[in-house]
């Protein structure tokens, strides 16, 4: 699933590649794909410029010429990629669509550029989808305004995201960190590395989690996206093709996904449980449960 890192990393990768161009064209494969009636598109789409490209938490924005927007939820398994004569650029969900030649079964949408270059929306579960707004109404859709900080940007300092945990505090630390409203983008990888780094128990309370902790657990989540982000996310450049591997951004991964494997910092055996309703890997030893109890009513 794309996450944070993944959607940066298509945010830049696309900045380099598609900024200045004219839309010529915007094939609908997949009715579900495009939330936008086709009249829209045709008028507010088709025929402007791509002027600049933002992203809020997981939410990729292509801004246009004419002040409208073009919103990108890749969700599950929604990928990007560029193709042009000389260059080719995808990412996002890590699959062989990436590097194969497209359209393919998994493609939903293809924009195609003055310049004939082509961009391919590919989703193969269709949880993903496309639509074209006002870039004034951004702010006030219901999924943008509901997100809590950005966890790349300097506002998002280690008391802001202490006094956004204490509107969860009832809950456990993985579900309070994977809650779009507490902070934008984090994932169940992201989640998981981070609570690993900082030697906490996915299952603790948000109230039992010590100031220190929780200023240790904000520089995990910015540290880990980062090293995500440097290994550029998931594009086709490092995507290897061959037995099950996926995007590079899993090769830095010390707990996701390596159950049964050893600890890399005590050697006890990295373990598949279950928080917060999500397959979540620990090391028993390194991110003990706190014993420490809120009185129950
Ligand atoms: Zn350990």
């Given amino acids: 699933m794309p996450e944070l890192p993944e959607v940066e990393t298509v945010r830049l990768g696309l900045n380099e590649l598609i900024l200045g161009k004219k839309i010529a064209s915007i094939e609908v494969l997949s009715e579900k794909s495009m939330r ?6 045709d008028a507010f789409a088709v025929g402007a410029v ?3 490209i933002d992203r809020r938490g997981k939410l990729l924005i292509l801004h246009l010429d004419n002040n409208y927007s073009i919103l990108v939820h890749l969700r599950m398994t929604g990928q990007m990629v560029y193709v042009d004569q000389s260059t080719r650029f995808g990412a996002g969900h890590p699959n062989d669509s990436l590097i194969h030649s497209l359209p393919d079964s998994s493609t939903r949408i293809i924009c195609t ?6 961009l391919y929306f590919n989703d193969q579960r269709k949880f993903g989808y496309w639509m074209v707004v ?14 809590g900080p950005e966890p790349l940007l300097p506002e998002f300092t280690a008391s ?21 409203t507490v902070l934008a983008g984090v994932g169940n990888i992201y989640a998981d590395e981070a609570l690993f780094s ?21 520089e995990a989540i910015v540290d880990v996206m980062n090293l995500s982000i440097q290994h550029g996310g998931s594009s086709d450049k490092n995507y290897v093709n061959a037995e099950g591997k996926r995007g590079s951004y899993l090769t830095f991964a010390q707990v996701f996904r390596r159950e049964g494997q050893a600890c890399v910092v005590c050697g006890d055996t990295i373990q598949k449980i279950r928080v917060a309703g999500r397959g979540t890997h620990i090391c028993p030893t390194c991110q003990q449960l706190s014993i420490k109890r809120r009185t129950q009513k």
């Fill in 198 to 218: 900082a030697k906490i128990h996915p299952s603790t309370l948000v109230a039992n989690v010590a100031e220190e902790q929780r200023e240790e657990l904000h």
């Fill in 160 to 180: 802001v995201f202490s006094e956004r945990l204490n509107r969860r505090k009832g809950t456990n630390i993985k579900a309070a960190i994977l809650d779009q």
């Fill in 134 to 147: 006002p870039t004034s109404q951004i702010s006030e859709d219901a999924f943008v305004a509901k997100l």
């Fill in 36 to 41: 936008s009636a086709r009249s829209d598109v």
């Fill in 113 to 118: 550029f003055d310049d004939g270059a082509t």
């Fill in 50 to 52: 791509v002027k600049d």
